[in-house]
Antibody, heavy 124, light 107 residues
């Protein structure tokens, strides 16, 4: 079945970096953009950025510019999100999500497949 | 960036009630809007895309409407499994933007 499987929980010290992986299966990895979304405990969803796995093109939310890097390895159908200069406010669950497309109506299909989430804790 | 304003932030309702949640965009986004349901400890789940298209496998009691700047998610008859938090998301352009969320609680 179509799924995204993320890497496990991470605990990092302030100032460190974290790299979260998102492995796709059940579909052609290069055919759908991947978004990254995070959620701090008790808070709403926050969009971080997107990547086109075919071209490697990316776009980041202004808030994360200069600290986030999204990459991919097409040979293993895996997307990565690296966040550097971590601070306590980066403690959150990080999700990857596929951006779908409705072929029948030629319309955007929403974020139709989500990873299970990766908890990143930043603490000294 | 396009701002998404969702209301109400929370509501209390009973099983069987009709529930309506609204989302307003700070500028026109055609019909490029989705609705998501999230339960505690779980990833969000897509309910509606392109403002009114029901995602495969989602019960027909969920419906969406709207275009331009004003959008609505309706649950025609609230079921016990529908108590959750709901978010709208514009996918008209980048940066993407979520609404603040609406928590649907049991009355």
């Amino acid at each position: 079945q179509v799924q995204l499987v993320q890497s496990g929980a991470e605990v990092k010290k302030p100032g460190a970096s974290v790299k979260v992986s998102c492995k796709a299966s059940g579909y052609t990895f290069t055919s759908y953009d991947i978004n990254w979304v995070r959620q701090a405990t008790g808070q709403g969803l926050e969009w971080m950025g997107w990547m086109n796995p075919n071209s490697g093109n990316t776009g980041y939310a202004q808030k994360f510019q200069g600290r986030v890097t999204m990459t991919r390895n097409t040979s293993i159908s895996t997307a990565y999100m690296e966040l550097s200069s971590l601070r306590s406010e980066d403690t959150a669950v990080y999700y990857c999500a596929r951006e779908g497309y409705d072929i029948l109506t030629a319309s955007k299909g929403g974020m139709d497949v989500w990873g299970q989430g990766t908890t990143v804790t930043v603490s000294s | 960036a396009i701002q998404m304003t969702q209301s109400p932030s929370s509501l209390s309702a009973s099983v069987g009630d009709r529930v309506t949640i609204t989302c307003r965009a700070s500028q026109g986004i055609r019909n490029d809007l989705g609705w998501y349901q999230q339960k505690p400890g779980k990833a969000p789940k897509l309910l509606i895309y392109a403002a009114s298209s029901l995602q495969s496998g989602v019960p027909s009691r969920f419906s969406g409407s709207g275009s331009g700047t004003d959008f609505t998610l309706t649950i025609s008859s609230l079921q016990p499994e529908d108590f959750a938090t709901y978010y709208c998301l514009q996918d008209y352009n980048y940066p993407r933007g979520f609404g603040q969320g609406t928590k649907v609680e049991i009355k």
